[in-house]
Protein backbone atom coordinates (compact mmCIF):
# COMPACT_ATOMS: atom_id res chain seq x y z
CA UNK A 1 0.00 0.00 0.00
CA UNK A 2 3.00 2.44 1.16
CA UNK A 3 4.58 1.43 -2.27
CA UNK A 4 1.16 1.81 -4.07
CA UNK A 5 1.40 5.47 -2.71
CA UNK A 6 5.04 6.33 -3.13
CA UNK A 7 4.18 5.19 -6.88
CA UNK A 8 1.23 7.40 -7.24
CA UNK A 9 3.10 10.54 -5.63
CA UNK A 10 5.84 9.93 -8.29
CA UNK A 11 3.54 9.84 -10.91
CA UNK A 12 2.09 12.98 -10.08
CA UNK A 13 4.96 14.59 -9.51
CA UNK A 14 6.56 13.52 -12.84
CA UNK A 15 3.15 14.50 -14.47
CA UNK A 16 2.88 17.99 -12.71
CA UNK A 17 6.90 18.58 -14.33
CA UNK A 18 5.57 17.61 -18.00
CA UNK A 19 2.61 19.94 -17.55
CA UNK A 20 4.70 22.11 -16.18
CA UNK A 21 7.62 22.14 -18.34
CA UNK A 22 6.85 25.14 -20.57
CA UNK A 23 7.28 27.26 -16.97
CA UNK A 24 4.81 28.58 -14.80
CA UNK A 25 2.50 31.93 -15.59
CA UNK A 26 2.77 33.94 -12.75
CA UNK A 27 0.37 36.30 -12.85
CA UNK A 28 -3.16 37.19 -14.81
CA UNK A 29 -0.95 39.87 -16.76
CA UNK A 30 2.29 37.91 -17.04
CA UNK A 31 4.00 35.96 -19.84
CA UNK A 32 4.12 32.03 -20.66
CA UNK A 33 7.87 31.47 -20.71
CA UNK A 34 9.81 28.91 -22.94
CA UNK A 35 6.46 27.18 -24.80
CA UNK A 36 8.63 24.88 -26.93
CA UNK A 37 8.47 27.79 -29.46
CA UNK A 38 10.58 30.06 -31.28
CA UNK A 39 9.30 33.44 -32.93
CA UNK A 40 11.23 34.76 -35.63
CA UNK A 41 12.96 37.95 -35.29
CA UNK A 42 12.85 37.98 -31.74
CA UNK A 43 15.97 36.64 -30.40
CA UNK A 44 19.78 37.14 -30.86
CA UNK A 45 22.28 34.87 -31.45
CA UNK A 46 24.72 34.66 -29.21
CA UNK A 47 28.99 34.57 -30.07
CA UNK A 48 29.61 30.89 -30.38
CA UNK A 49 25.81 29.77 -30.97
CA UNK A 50 24.12 27.92 -33.85
CA UNK A 51 20.20 28.37 -34.90
CA UNK A 52 19.42 25.57 -37.49
CA UNK A 53 16.46 25.79 -39.02
CA UNK A 54 14.49 23.01 -41.43
CA UNK A 55 13.27 25.18 -43.92
CA UNK A 56 12.17 21.99 -46.13
CA UNK A 57 12.54 18.41 -45.61
CA UNK A 58 10.34 16.76 -48.29
CA UNK A 59 10.66 15.28 -51.36
CA UNK A 60 10.67 16.40 -55.12
CA UNK A 61 6.85 16.06 -55.15
CA UNK A 62 5.67 18.59 -53.79
CA UNK A 63 3.23 19.29 -50.71
CA UNK A 64 2.09 22.37 -48.95
CA UNK A 65 2.83 20.93 -45.52
CA UNK A 66 6.70 19.70 -46.28
CA UNK A 67 8.89 21.62 -48.84
CA UNK A 68 12.12 19.97 -50.52
CA UNK A 69 15.05 19.78 -49.05
CA UNK A 70 17.00 23.23 -46.99
CA UNK A 71 18.46 24.03 -44.19
CA UNK A 72 19.62 27.12 -42.84
CA UNK A 73 22.18 27.83 -40.46
CA UNK A 74 22.25 31.17 -38.58
CA UNK A 75 25.85 31.63 -36.48
CA UNK A 76 26.76 34.23 -33.84
CA UNK A 77 29.44 35.95 -36.12
CA UNK A 78 26.67 36.64 -38.50
CA UNK A 79 26.57 34.88 -40.79
CA UNK A 80 24.17 32.72 -42.35
CA UNK A 81 24.36 29.62 -44.92
CA UNK A 82 21.82 27.66 -47.03
CA UNK A 83 22.96 24.02 -47.28
CA UNK A 84 20.11 23.41 -50.42
CA UNK A 85 17.45 25.20 -51.71
CA UNK A 86 15.09 22.52 -52.95
CA UNK A 87 11.70 23.33 -54.36
CA UNK A 88 9.00 25.60 -52.36
CA UNK A 89 11.41 26.34 -48.83
CA UNK A 90 11.65 30.04 -49.83
CA UNK A 91 8.21 30.29 -48.27
CA UNK A 92 9.60 29.14 -45.10
CA UNK A 93 12.62 31.32 -45.75
CA UNK A 94 10.63 34.29 -45.81
CA UNK A 95 8.48 33.84 -42.97
CA UNK A 96 11.86 34.04 -40.73
CA UNK A 97 11.59 37.64 -42.24
CA UNK A 98 15.79 37.86 -42.37
CA UNK A 99 16.97 40.63 -44.87
CA UNK A 100 17.61 39.12 -47.84
CA UNK A 101 20.71 40.77 -47.79
CA UNK A 102 22.10 38.68 -45.07
CA UNK A 103 20.81 35.25 -47.42
CA UNK A 104 23.64 35.24 -49.95
CA UNK A 105 25.51 31.92 -48.80
CA UNK A 106 24.04 28.43 -50.98
CA UNK A 107 25.96 25.47 -50.46
CA UNK A 108 24.75 22.63 -52.40
CA UNK A 109 25.15 19.07 -51.99
CA UNK A 110 23.95 17.95 -55.54
CA UNK A 111 21.31 18.89 -58.45
CA UNK A 112 18.81 17.22 -57.74
CA UNK A 113 15.80 19.65 -58.01
CA UNK A 114 14.30 18.70 -54.61
CA UNK A 115 17.76 20.16 -53.49
CA UNK A 116 18.39 23.57 -55.58
CA UNK A 117 14.52 24.32 -57.25
CA UNK A 118 14.13 27.64 -55.03
CA UNK A 119 17.46 29.20 -56.37
CA UNK A 120 14.78 30.86 -58.61
CA UNK A 121 12.64 32.47 -55.89
CA UNK A 122 15.57 33.05 -53.62
CA UNK A 123 17.54 35.00 -57.06
CA UNK A 124 14.72 37.07 -57.95
CA UNK A 125 12.75 37.39 -55.20
CA UNK A 126 15.61 38.67 -52.72
CA UNK A 127 16.55 40.83 -56.06
CA UNK A 128 13.16 42.42 -55.78
CA UNK A 129 13.31 42.31 -52.14
CA UNK A 130 16.59 44.61 -51.08
CA UNK A 131 19.71 42.07 -51.54
CA UNK A 132 22.13 44.79 -52.61
CA UNK A 133 24.78 42.08 -53.80
CA UNK A 134 25.49 39.01 -55.93
CA UNK A 135 24.62 35.75 -54.41
CA UNK A 136 27.27 33.14 -53.91
CA UNK A 137 27.01 29.59 -54.76
CA UNK A 138 29.01 26.89 -54.00
CA UNK A 139 28.64 23.65 -55.30
CA UNK A 140 30.29 19.93 -56.90
CA UNK A 141 31.78 19.19 -59.73
CA UNK A 142 30.49 16.34 -61.89
CA UNK A 143 32.23 13.72 -63.93
CA UNK A 144 31.79 15.90 -67.09
CA UNK A 145 31.51 19.72 -67.23
CA UNK A 146 28.06 19.66 -68.30
CA UNK A 147 26.82 17.65 -64.83
CA UNK A 148 28.43 20.21 -62.59
CA UNK A 149 27.12 23.29 -60.60
CA UNK A 150 29.17 25.64 -62.70
CA UNK A 151 27.16 24.44 -65.59
CA UNK A 152 23.87 24.28 -63.82
CA UNK A 153 24.23 28.16 -62.71
CA UNK A 154 26.34 28.95 -65.95
CA UNK A 155 22.60 27.89 -68.27
CA UNK A 156 20.42 28.88 -64.32
CA UNK A 157 21.15 32.56 -65.77
CA UNK A 158 20.22 31.76 -69.07
CA UNK A 159 17.23 30.13 -68.76
CA UNK A 160 16.03 32.90 -66.87
CA UNK A 161 17.55 35.51 -68.92
CA UNK A 162 13.68 37.23 -69.77
CA UNK A 163 13.52 37.71 -66.44
CA UNK A 164 17.30 38.81 -65.84
CA UNK A 165 17.14 41.16 -68.90
CA UNK A 166 13.67 42.77 -67.88
CA UNK A 167 14.76 43.51 -64.55
CA UNK A 168 17.53 45.05 -64.96
CA UNK A 169 15.67 48.36 -66.98
CA UNK A 170 14.27 49.08 -63.77
CA UNK A 171 17.21 47.59 -61.01
CA UNK A 172 20.40 47.62 -60.15
CA UNK A 173 21.94 44.97 -62.35
CA UNK A 174 24.66 43.78 -59.65
CA UNK A 175 22.23 41.89 -57.06
CA UNK A 176 21.45 39.28 -60.22
CA UNK A 177 24.24 37.57 -60.59
CA UNK A 178 25.76 34.68 -59.24
CA UNK A 179 29.09 33.64 -58.43
CA UNK A 180 29.63 30.09 -58.66
CA UNK A 181 32.36 28.08 -56.72
CA UNK A 182 32.59 25.00 -58.04
CA UNK A 183 34.33 21.98 -55.89
CA UNK A 184 35.94 18.72 -57.07
CA UNK A 185 33.70 16.41 -55.62
CA UNK A 186 35.77 13.30 -54.96
CA UNK A 187 37.58 15.58 -52.96
CA UNK A 188 37.59 14.06 -49.73
CA UNK A 189 37.25 16.43 -45.87
CA UNK A 190 38.64 19.41 -48.31
CA UNK A 191 37.88 22.92 -47.27
CA UNK A 192 35.24 24.55 -49.71
CA UNK A 193 34.94 27.38 -47.63
CA UNK A 194 37.12 29.05 -45.21
CA UNK A 195 36.03 32.95 -43.93
CA UNK A 196 35.70 34.85 -40.52
CA UNK A 197 36.00 31.60 -38.28
CA UNK A 198 33.79 29.05 -40.26
CA UNK A 199 35.19 26.13 -42.30
CA UNK A 200 33.16 23.70 -44.38
CA UNK A 201 34.78 20.86 -45.74
CA UNK A 202 33.02 18.71 -48.33
CA UNK A 203 32.75 14.74 -48.42
CA UNK A 204 31.71 12.46 -51.24
CA UNK A 205 28.15 10.87 -51.19
CA UNK A 206 26.68 7.89 -52.76
CA UNK A 207 23.26 8.93 -54.72
CA UNK A 208 22.22 8.53 -58.30
CA UNK A 209 24.95 9.39 -59.57
CA UNK A 210 28.69 11.09 -59.37
CA UNK A 211 28.38 14.65 -57.88
CA UNK A 212 26.73 14.53 -54.64
CA UNK A 213 28.41 15.60 -51.22
CA UNK A 214 28.09 16.40 -48.13
CA UNK A 215 29.12 19.03 -45.83
CA UNK A 216 30.98 19.96 -42.57
CA UNK A 217 30.33 23.09 -40.90
CA UNK A 218 32.97 23.54 -38.02
CA UNK A 219 32.38 27.20 -35.97
CA UNK A 220 33.32 28.25 -32.33
CA UNK A 221 34.39 24.24 -31.69
CA UNK A 222 31.27 22.69 -32.99
CA UNK A 223 30.37 20.70 -36.01
CA UNK A 224 27.38 20.65 -37.69
CA UNK A 225 27.24 17.95 -40.52
CA UNK A 226 24.60 18.02 -43.17
CA UNK A 227 24.42 15.41 -45.24
CA UNK A 228 22.94 15.04 -48.68
CA UNK A 229 21.37 12.51 -50.40
CA UNK A 230 23.27 9.12 -49.74
CA UNK A 231 23.90 5.55 -49.20
CA UNK A 232 25.55 5.28 -46.15
CA UNK A 233 29.10 5.74 -47.08
CA UNK A 234 32.48 5.38 -45.17
CA UNK A 235 33.48 9.35 -45.56
CA UNK A 236 30.53 10.16 -43.32
CA UNK A 237 31.16 7.56 -40.72
CA UNK A 238 34.81 8.68 -40.50
CA UNK A 239 34.26 12.36 -40.39
CA UNK A 240 30.78 12.56 -39.10
CA UNK A 241 32.37 11.20 -36.20
CA UNK A 242 31.54 13.28 -32.76
CA UNK A 243 29.02 15.65 -34.24
CA UNK A 244 27.23 17.80 -32.47
CA UNK A 245 24.33 17.90 -34.93
CA UNK A 246 24.71 14.49 -37.71
CA UNK A 247 21.81 15.62 -40.41
CA UNK A 248 21.44 12.49 -42.43
CA UNK A 249 18.72 11.02 -44.98
CA UNK A 250 16.47 8.43 -43.94
CA UNK A 251 13.83 7.69 -46.19
CA UNK A 252 10.25 6.01 -46.64
CA UNK A 253 10.39 2.30 -46.10
CA UNK A 254 10.08 0.19 -49.42
CA UNK A 255 6.81 -0.48 -47.72
CA UNK A 256 5.67 2.61 -47.86
CA UNK A 257 7.13 3.98 -51.08
CA UNK A 258 4.83 1.06 -52.70
CA UNK A 259 1.71 1.86 -50.34
CA UNK A 260 1.97 5.96 -50.68
CA UNK A 261 4.09 6.62 -53.91
CA UNK A 262 2.81 4.00 -55.93
CA UNK A 263 5.99 3.04 -56.80
CA UNK A 264 6.47 -0.75 -58.00
CA UNK A 265 8.08 -2.78 -55.33
CA UNK A 266 11.11 -3.41 -57.88
CA UNK A 267 11.64 -0.01 -57.49
CA UNK A 268 10.82 1.08 -53.71
CA UNK A 269 13.30 -1.43 -53.03
CA UNK A 270 16.26 0.14 -55.23
CA UNK A 271 15.29 3.64 -54.51
CA UNK A 272 14.61 2.65 -50.89
CA UNK A 273 17.67 1.03 -49.63
CA UNK A 274 20.16 1.66 -52.45
CA UNK A 275 19.67 4.85 -54.12
CA UNK A 276 18.53 6.66 -50.08
CA UNK A 277 19.25 5.54 -46.86
CA UNK A 278 16.61 3.34 -44.66
CA UNK A 279 15.52 3.91 -41.78
CA UNK A 280 17.82 0.67 -40.36
CA UNK A 281 20.81 1.74 -42.00
CA UNK A 282 20.07 5.43 -40.85
CA UNK A 283 20.51 4.25 -36.94
CA UNK A 284 22.94 1.78 -37.86
CA UNK A 285 25.35 5.37 -38.95
CA UNK A 286 23.95 7.14 -36.02
CA UNK A 287 24.86 4.34 -33.34
CA UNK A 288 28.34 4.07 -34.94
CA UNK A 289 29.28 7.66 -35.53
CA UNK A 290 27.50 9.03 -32.01
CA UNK A 291 26.75 12.43 -32.32
CA UNK A 292 25.04 14.92 -29.68
CA UNK A 293 22.46 15.15 -31.63
CA UNK A 294 20.74 12.95 -34.61
CA UNK A 295 18.01 14.08 -37.36
CA UNK A 296 16.32 11.98 -40.26
CA UNK A 297 14.73 14.12 -42.69
CA UNK A 298 13.97 13.48 -47.21
CA UNK A 299 10.48 11.47 -46.04
CA UNK A 300 6.94 12.88 -46.02
CA UNK A 301 6.35 12.96 -41.97
CA UNK A 302 3.17 12.15 -41.24
CA UNK A 303 0.91 9.68 -39.16
CA UNK A 304 1.08 7.20 -41.83
CA UNK A 305 5.08 7.09 -42.13
CA UNK A 306 6.20 8.37 -38.78
CA UNK A 307 6.50 5.48 -37.09
CA UNK A 308 7.16 2.61 -39.47
CA UNK A 309 10.36 5.45 -39.94
CA UNK A 310 11.18 5.87 -36.07
CA UNK A 311 10.93 1.90 -35.44
CA UNK A 312 13.16 1.52 -38.36
CA UNK A 313 15.62 3.66 -36.74
CA UNK A 314 15.17 2.67 -33.23
CA UNK A 315 16.00 -1.23 -34.19
CA UNK A 316 19.63 0.26 -34.51
CA UNK A 317 20.05 3.77 -32.38
CA UNK A 318 18.91 4.35 -29.46
CA UNK A 319 20.28 7.96 -28.81
CA UNK A 320 19.22 11.54 -29.60
CA UNK A 321 16.98 11.77 -32.06
CA UNK A 322 14.65 14.58 -34.22
CA UNK A 323 12.97 13.51 -37.28
CA UNK A 324 12.51 16.77 -38.86
CA UNK A 325 9.42 18.37 -40.05
CA UNK A 326 9.53 22.16 -41.76
CA UNK A 327 10.09 24.85 -39.26
CA UNK A 328 11.60 22.80 -36.61
CA UNK A 329 14.95 24.68 -35.27
CA UNK A 330 17.91 23.45 -33.02
CA UNK A 331 19.50 26.26 -30.79
CA UNK A 332 23.52 24.70 -30.28
CA UNK A 333 25.61 25.81 -28.03
CA UNK A 334 28.39 23.69 -26.14
CA UNK A 335 26.37 23.12 -22.70
CA UNK A 336 23.07 22.55 -24.63
CA UNK A 337 20.89 21.73 -27.96
CA UNK A 338 17.45 22.87 -27.46
CA UNK A 339 14.56 21.92 -30.65
CA UNK A 340 11.55 24.07 -30.56
CA UNK A 341 9.20 24.55 -33.11
CA UNK A 342 8.88 27.96 -35.17
CA UNK A 343 5.60 30.04 -35.03
CA UNK A 344 5.60 32.18 -38.04
CA UNK A 345 3.33 34.59 -40.67
CA UNK A 346 2.10 33.13 -43.50
CA UNK A 347 1.84 36.56 -44.46
CA UNK A 348 5.45 38.04 -44.01
CA UNK A 349 6.69 40.50 -45.97
CA UNK A 350 10.39 41.04 -46.91
CA UNK A 351 11.97 43.17 -44.22
CA UNK A 352 15.41 45.76 -45.14
CA UNK A 353 18.82 45.22 -44.24
CA UNK A 354 21.29 48.37 -43.34
CA UNK A 355 22.35 48.77 -46.58
CA UNK A 356 20.65 50.56 -49.20
CA UNK A 357 19.96 48.93 -52.90
CA UNK A 358 22.69 49.94 -55.20
CA UNK A 359 20.93 52.75 -57.47
CA UNK A 360 18.83 51.69 -60.74
CA UNK A 361 20.44 52.48 -64.22
CA UNK A 362 20.81 55.54 -65.75
CA UNK A 363 18.23 56.12 -68.31
CA UNK A 364 19.40 54.94 -71.86
CA UNK A 365 22.27 52.62 -70.24
CA UNK A 366 20.27 49.43 -70.27
CA UNK A 367 18.02 48.80 -73.53
CA UNK A 368 14.36 49.09 -73.21
CA UNK A 369 13.13 45.84 -73.61
CA UNK A 370 9.61 47.22 -74.65
CA UNK A 371 9.03 47.91 -78.14
CA UNK A 372 7.33 50.91 -79.62
CA UNK A 373 4.73 48.81 -80.96
CA UNK A 374 3.39 46.93 -77.49
CA UNK A 375 4.08 50.86 -75.72
CA UNK A 376 1.45 51.71 -78.48
CA UNK A 377 -0.96 49.23 -77.57
CA UNK A 378 -1.96 51.32 -74.12
CA UNK A 379 -5.13 51.28 -73.49
CA UNK A 380 -5.45 55.43 -72.18
CA UNK A 381 -8.52 55.37 -70.62
CA UNK A 382 -6.53 53.27 -67.58
CA UNK A 383 -4.29 56.52 -67.32
CA UNK A 384 -7.20 58.81 -66.61
CA UNK A 385 -8.63 56.43 -64.01
CA UNK A 386 -5.67 56.31 -62.05
CA UNK A 387 -4.67 59.63 -62.67
CA UNK A 388 -5.47 61.18 -59.60
CA UNK A 389 -3.44 58.60 -57.42
CA UNK A 390 -0.64 59.27 -58.89
CA UNK A 391 -0.99 62.98 -58.52
CA UNK A 392 -1.17 62.62 -55.21
CA UNK A 393 1.57 59.82 -54.19
CA UNK A 394 3.78 62.04 -56.80
CA UNK A 395 3.24 65.40 -54.96
CA UNK A 396 3.32 63.24 -51.54
CA UNK A 397 7.02 61.90 -52.33
CA UNK A 398 8.28 65.19 -54.35
CA UNK A 399 8.49 63.08 -57.93
CA UNK A 400 8.16 64.63 -61.00
ZN1 LIG B 1 18.83 13.54 -54.89
ZN1 LIG C 1 16.66 14.50 -52.55
Redesign the pocket.
Do not use: S, T
Given at each position: MLLRVIALAISMFITTITWAAGGVVQSPTGVAPDRYVYYPGTEAIAEGEIRLIACGTGLPAARRDQAATCWLAELGNGDKFFFDIGTGSMANVAALMIPYDFLDKVFLT?L?T??WGDLTTLWAGGWTAGRTKPLRVWGPAGQTPEMGTAYAIDHFVKAFNWDAQTRNFVLSAEPGKISVTEFDYKAVNAVVYEENGVTIRSIPAI??GDG?VSFIMEYAGLKIVIGG?TFPNKWYIKYATGADIAIHETFLTPTDLVRFYGQSPAQAIGVGTQIHTSPPAFGKVMSTIKPRHAIGYHFFNEQGTHDDIMAGVRSTYSGPLSLAVDDMVWNITKDRIVERMIVSPDQAWGVNGPNKPPAPPTPGSVPDPISDFIKAGRWMPAEEAQAQMVNEFKKNNNLK
Open positions: HHDHHAPD
